[in-house]
């Protein structure tokens, strides 16, 4: 095949990767709902519900608060134009999405940046106590979630001699062993817990509290209406799933499309779908089992989530 | 509880949800509203009657969420209100600034008979009138308190479930 | 024009600006002075790329401008790559002062120094011997004081900024004078080249001891950890364009001579130096943040962070010492690059922070973070520059913070697996503080953009503030720019970088970080293709809003009262204030920050059930400054007092010290001979 198809196919599978993404997002959403209801006892909205909420909150109507500036409407489109930029260059169906040669793991970690800074900015926009609340506890969360998740990047770049996404993948499809090493498992470790306190999932966030005073995530969008709130909950939907899409493909690579051709590509997809949907349903079973920790004893679960990672790193030097 | 007797209650209970039949003649809402609907429950002034009548038609046994409805924090996020209770002095400007921050298109639901009509409280000095009074209802539960049944009925007429 | 005649007439433009500065009236003297120096920024710039892209020095002597020892001025590479940096700070600077003079900066004394600042900070790294070198320090140190104290007349906390930094900068110069002087006495010369080609003859504890006193000489002018107190107390009490020059620019110089030490002179030294300079780096970014995110005034904010980023800087170079140490040229001249890459995006974004800083206090007359708000509707361009340079100090792509930030980390993440113990210890840490630090610094900087301008004003200066005039705007605007460009096509810069580089660690090869617009690591694995993720985010971002606005179904927004569950009146005392945006924070980190926190309730006179007022004041001051500082002042206090009784006024026991110590003299030469 020439260069022309390489990329052709290329560009084929970060389309799907996004679409899978933005699409897979809001059913990820509504599936673990879903489990949620069922261990409840109840039925539950159908698993398709967030599609229906997202459509509905386009035809309502957009409002500003009358203290906003430009930072107000722009959040929410930096947000999902991040996070679909990201899910176009990370190797989730395919080890050769578009800009494959530029997707380190670091530049996904700060893109995703980008999208929670805005939307702390945004919350601040309107000048009410809430929004400061919720972007105050928000970038802290950020912050002490930074050194575990640098660390496990250094500790996951190891085998593969670089931070670049798609080699990481490939190498580890190489040696399948190398994920049971108990660098890669403790840096694994790590990783879930900082992906729960970057999306803020229980036990670091409650995604539907009612209560202003427990919020974080929710308190910054708490001004946010119509198409505007439509892209956040896709955005934030979008973040959850690549960052368990991310993490699949860490644990277990297999499936992913290695070869350029549409087929492969296909398999891939449908492989990615199967693995986030199996890591979503872990996840909420294990919501339902979890209350929220007090926002100040945060600093000790990432604490603990770097010593995990450090010790990721660590023990490969001496495994080694 | 520990983890382990949850997960041994969960597995015992499975679904206490029972079915219910769609009432024909529920009012119906805007049509962008039909099979997602979000509501912010304002207690204008009740006595927690009805509040206990809308916890329950959220809980398992009654489950209004299956029918696309749910209860959010924000009026902002929201496509209407549920007001229960009579609209008493200190909450008549707090409700007519929750409705004014919701955006278009909006309904309001007012839930028992205080929010429809005052009812037992109709002529106490600390209330201005019923919902209807102070804010245009689009939809009224009667019932002191009304069934979790009734209220689903009225949810599922504006979300056609 | 040869560039040595382009590095004397610059000289020359610039000591013209500042005479001009003090003779001309006061009302074009500002602007005069400023084109002037935007003059000789321009001609050194150019002999500073004529260095770096023909590779060959420039070499200036001449016998009769210093008595005894003469001038001598050699523009290596990597002298000439921060005669541009502070070249690219110096310009907006200058420009912005223009707009900013009512604040001090149009007084004779004012305007004569900053243009011989400005050309002292570019002469500094083309000084070519210990004398050349000392006087420009001083000349620096002198000028910059002197700015420092321009509005002294009027604060008390500007006067002691002063005596801090006038202590703290003179002691650095000391030490640095011993450490060349210790070289010089080996060498039997006072040139640079002369002192490298014997510094490698010196016993291991006398270039140890070198290098210690260099490391405490120009760490102190980089602001680094432990001596880094007089930064955020002089930087916030200059006028903002002099702090920016100040920390864009004298504080790379404090770098600058790290390396030229360590590097250049004593060509690589032992292990432990560097991981001595990572260590002192870490500290720093991980101090420098933490403060950066705890403090309420605008200002000190950036000087705190300024130690931050200086710390980042340390971190690489204290790597790239480790890498060359442990034989691996190719990293550690990737560690070098990083530093330097990192130094010149802080020149950019931290001249932009301030000169901003400086609009805002100018029309509000304030840098309390705690009484500003709402200032992005009433000055829109300055609001949006500062949120510009703000995202750019936060790394977040595609400006140029992101690149240094990458770089590090790929100098980190390459070297993890050197062989040696202790660096292989140090490196996860270093990356552990490196991301504390960028967390931080986003928490920092997410408080001084949104409290600072977003929301509603806090007090009656931030409401009655307008936008500043075009010349402010214009230089911000200018420093905003280059993050930008840097951020997207950062390779326009990487060749001169990497020239900056050969010329320190001569032992390696040509690095050729830059592949079109891509930047790779060669040897090593690593790809960043920054301008195709800008072009990919620009992309995605006007396709989702050309999306949003097909979706909506209703047109534009109604603009509605903001949500306070439903209070009758929303205030602007009601939002989050600097304070409380920093308290997390401070709650998480108070083994370290100690704030000290005041409550006062007074009660109504006539029952104490009801309250009149609560006042509550929280402060943090500098750890190291309260724990290190002020004791050791204390001490030297308490021995003055009790040295005093030695002088009683009384001529008698003064005669009978002299004659006491002659007697001890003339025993003790008895007793020697």
């Keep these: 095949m020439n260069a022309g198809s390489h990329t052709v196919v290329a560009v084929i599978a970060s389309c799907s990767q996004v679409v899978a993404v933005a699409v897979g997002g809001l059913v990820l959403i509504g599936l673990m709902r879903k489990v949620r209801a069922h261990l409840e006892g109840r039925v539950g909205a159908p698993i398709l519900q967030p599609m229906f909420d997202v459509r509905k909150l386009f035809r309502k109507e957009r409002l500003r608060p009358d203290q906003a500036t430009w930072i107000f409407p722009l959040a929410p489109v930096v947000l999902v134009a991040t996070v679909a930029v990201a899910a176009a260059i990370t190797p989730l169906v395919t080890t050769g999405p578009a800009l494959s040669t530029g997707s380190d793991f670091f530049a996904l970690v700060y893109l995703l940046l980008v999208g929670s800074t805005l939307l702390a900015l945004a919350g601040m926009d309107a000048g009410t106590a809430f929004g400061g609340m919720g972007s105050s506890r928000a970038v802290t969360i950020g912050a002490l979630a930074e050194p575990a998740l640098l660390v496990t990047i250094l500790a996951l770049s190891a085998t593969a001699h670089s931070s670049n996404l798609p080699a990481i993948v490939r190498a580890t499809l190489a040696d399948p062993g190398s994920v049971a090493t108990p660098q890669r498992l403790f840096a694994l470790g790590a990783l879930l817990v900082v992906i729960v306190a970057e999306s803020g999932r229980l036990p670091v966030d409650n995604p539907a509290t009612h209560l202003e005073l427990t919020m974080v995530h929710e308190a910054m969008i708490l001004e946010y209406a119509g198409p505007d709130l439509a892209f956040v909950t896709v955005g934030e939907a979008m973040r959850l799933t690549l960052l368990l899409g991310v993490f699949v493909n860490l644990v277990a690579p297999w499936g992913i499309a290695t070869t350029t051709n549409v087929a492969a590509v296909a398999v891939g997809l449908v492989t990615l779908v199967a693995k986030v949907a199996v890591v979503g349903l872990a996840l909420a079973v294990f919501e339902v089992f979890t209350a929220k920790l007090r926002l100040f004893r945060l600093p000790e679960l990432l604490a603990g989530a770097f010593v995990l990672a450090l010790l990721g790193v660590v023990s490969g030097l001496v495994v080694k | 509880m520990s983890a382990q007797n949850l997960w041994r209650s969960l597995w015992r209970v499975r679904r206490v949800t029972e079915a219910l039949a769609p009432d024909a003649d529920a009012t119906a809402g805007p049509e962008e509203l039909i099979g997602s609907l979000q509501l912010r429950h304002v207690d204008a002034g009740s006595c927690n009657g009805c509040e206990l009548e809308i916890a329950s038609a959220f809980g398992p046994v009654y489950d209004a969420e299956r029918f696309g409805a749910r209860l959010v924090a924000s009026p902002r996020h929201a496509d209407g209100l549920l007001v229960t209770g009579p609209v008493t002095r200190n909450m008549a400007v707090p409700l007519v600034k929750t409705l004014e921050a919701t955006p278009h298109p909006r309904i309001v639901i007012a839930v028992g008979d205080c929010a429809c009509d005052c009812g037992v409280f109709r002529g106490g000095y600390g209330v201005v009138g019923s919902v209807g009074d102070v804010v245009p209802v689009d939809a009224s539960i009667p019932g002191c308190p009304p069934d979790p049944t009734a209220i689903i009925d009225a949810l599922r007429g504006i979300t056609r479930r | ?673």
């Excluded at chain 3, 432990?272 to 720093?284: H, M, Q």
């Excluded at chain 3, 007359?365 to 520059?385: E, F, H, K, N, V």
């Excluded at chain 3, 032992?507 to 050729?512: F, G, H």
Aim: glycine share 10%; charged share 10%.
């Design chain 3, 1 to 673: 024009m040869t560039a040595a005649s382009l590095v004397v007439s610059g000289a020359v433009l610039g000591l013209t600006a500042g005479v001009g500065g003090a003779t001309l009236p006061r009302r074009s003297r500002v602007a005069v002075g400023a084109v002037l120096v935007w003059g000789a920024c321009a001609l050194e710039a150019v002999a500073a790329i004529h260095v770096l892209v023909s590779g060959h020095r420039v070499v200036l002597h001449s016998a009769e401008l210093l008595p005894f020892t003469g001038v001598n001025l050699v523009l290596t590479p990597l002298g000439a790559f921060f005669v541009l940096l502070v070249a690219m700070v110096a310009v907006p600077a200058t420009l912005h002062g223009i707009g900013y003079a009512h604040h001090g900066l149009d007084s004779r004394m004012a305007a004569f120094a900053v243009p011989i600042f400005v050309t002292v900070l570019l002469l500094v790294p083309a000084a070519g011997s210990v004398a050349t070198f000392m006087v420009l320090w001083e000349l620096m140190a002198l000028t910059s004081l002197s700015l420092v104290l321009v509005d002294h007349g009027r604060r008390e906390a500007t006067r002691s900024a002063g005596t801090w930094y006038a202590v703290i900068t003179h002691i650095g110069a000391a030490a640095i004078l011993t450490a060349f002087l210790i070289l010089a006495a080996h060498s039997g010369g006072q040139s640079f080249a002369a002192l490298r080609l014997h510094a490698r003859h010196l016993a291991p504890v006398v270039r140890a001891l070198v290098f210690v006193l260099a490391l405490v000489g120009f760490g102190s002018k980089a602001g680094v950890v432990p001596f880094h107190v007089w930064l955020p107390k002089a930087h916030p009490e200059a006028p903002s364009p002099v702090s920016a020059l100040m920390s864009g620019a004298m504080v790379a110089l404090g770098v600058y001579g790290i390396i030229l030490v360590g590097d250049v002179i004593l060509g690589g030294g032992s292990l432990w130096w560097w991981l001595v300079v990572l260590a002192l780096g870490a500290v720093s970014a991980l101090f420098g943040s933490l403060h950066a995110a705890s403090s309420t005034d605008m200002k000190r904010l950036l000087a705190y962070s300024t130690t931050d980023n200086v710390g980042l800087a340390l971190i690489g170079l204290g790597a790239s010492g480790l890498f060359d140490a442990t034989r691996h040229p190719q990293l550690a001249a990737l560690g070098l690059v990083a530093a330097l890459v990192l130094l010149l995006n802080h020149a950019a974004f931290k001249g932009a922070l301030f000169l901003s800083a400086g609009s805002v206090q100018s029309a509000t007359g304030t840098r309390d973070l705690d009484q500003l708000g709402g200032l992005l509707r009433r000055m829109p361009q300055t609001g949006a520059l500062f949120l510009g340079a703000a995202a750019a100090i936060c790394a977040l792509p595609p400006l140029n913070g992101f690149i240094g930030e990458w770089l590090l980390f790929q100098s980190l993440l390459h070297g993890a697996d050197i062989g040696n113990t202790a660096g292989e210890i140090a490196i996860p840490l270093a990356v552990a503080a490196m991301a504390l630090t960028a967390g931080l610094t986003v928490v920092a900087f997410v408080k001084a953009a949104g409290i600072g301008f977003l929301g509603r004003p806090r007090s009656e200066g931030a409401d009655a503030a307008v936008e500043v005039p075009g010349t402010m705007r214009l230089a911000v605007g200018l420093l905003v720019g280059v993050c930008v460009v840097l951020g997207v096509v950062p390779t326009l810069v990487l060749p001169a970088v990497e020239r900056a580089v050969r010329a320190v660690l001569p032992r390696v090869a040509p690095l050729s970080l830059a592949h079109g617009v891509d930047l790779q690591l060669v040897g090593l694995r690593g790809v960043l293709e920054p301008a195709a993720l800008a072009a990919a985010m620009a992309g995605a971002l006007f396709g989702l809003g050309a999306l949003r606005r097909a979706l909506a179904r209703r047109p534009a927004p109604r603009v509605a009262e903001a949500w306070g569950c439903g209070r009758q009146l929303q205030t602007a005392r009601m939002q989050y204030t600097a304070t409380s945006f920093a308290e997390p924070v401070q709650r998480v980190f108070d083994d370290v920050l100690r704030p000290v926190q005041d409550l006062d309730v007074s009660h109504v006179a006539e029952s104490r059930y009801f309250i009149e007022a609560v006042t509550f004041h929280n402060a943090v001051d500098d750890g190291i400054e309260r724990g290190l500082y002020r004791p050791v002042i204390g001490a030297v206090r308490r021995w003055g007092q009790v040295a005093r009784q030695l002088q009683p006024g009384s001529v008698h026991r003064y005669l009978a010290y002299g004659l006491g110590a002659l007697v001890i003299v003339l025993t003790a030469l008895t007793v020697i001979r």
